[in-house]
């Protein structure tokens, strides 16, 4: 019997640079996304977590965090889209899917923690945002406050 294969059209892979627009196929193996001549592919073994997290009026991103590298991104999942994919993971990759709120508090002060290739900001044990190591140029720390600079923000945050 053939790998079940389950493709999502319209879903965008967040990266440095923005996002781009493309297909993700989901199976056995691991995670496909493809745009035009571009193709990013998550084997099964590289997945350590996945993360589903409501991005506002912008819809449902799904990360998903590996064993090397930083997390992949990926946008545009609708709210129905949720109970498939979380069932399709949980039988053909072994992994469920975990909810992950945002921090939207707007403050300035919180924690910082490294999460595997990730620098992870947390209020009040939310992650307010998430930047891959390889786009941290600098980063310090005083007292609470954290200040870094990304190089995909190219500003201090």
């Known amino acids: 019997m053939a790998d079940a294969v389950h493709q999502f059209n319209n879903i965008s892979l967040g990266s440095r640079g923005g996002v781009s627009q493309g297909v993700l196929r989901v ?10 001549n571009r193709a990013i592919e998550v084997k099964k073994d590289d997945i350590t977590n996945l993360v589903w997290t409501k991005l506002g009026s912008r819809g449902y991103q799904l990360g998903v965090q ?12 609708k709210e ?3 109970d498939g994919l979380a069932s399709l993971c949980h039988t053909s990759l072994g992994k469920d899917i975990i909810a992950q ?9 919180g924690a910082v923690e490294l999460n595997g290739s990730s620098l992870m900001y947390k209020v009040d044990n ?10 941290v140029s600098q980063a310090q720390q ?12 190219g500003a201090r945050s």
Do not use: Y
Not at 126 to 135: A, G, I, T
Not at 144 to 151: F, M, T
């Open 27 to 36: 199976s056995a193996g691991g995670f496909l996304w493809r745009r035009h």
């Open 142 to 153: 005083t007292k609470v406050c954290a200040i870094g600079r990304a190089q995909t923000m």
């Open 80 to 82: 129905k889209d949720h």
């Open 66 to 77: 590996r064993t090397d590298g930083p997390t992949v991104n990926f946008l545009g999942f």
């Open 126 to 135: 939310k992650v307010m945002f998430e930047v891959p190591l390889p786009d």
């Open 101 to 109: 709120d945002l921090a939207v508090a707007g403050r300035n002060w």
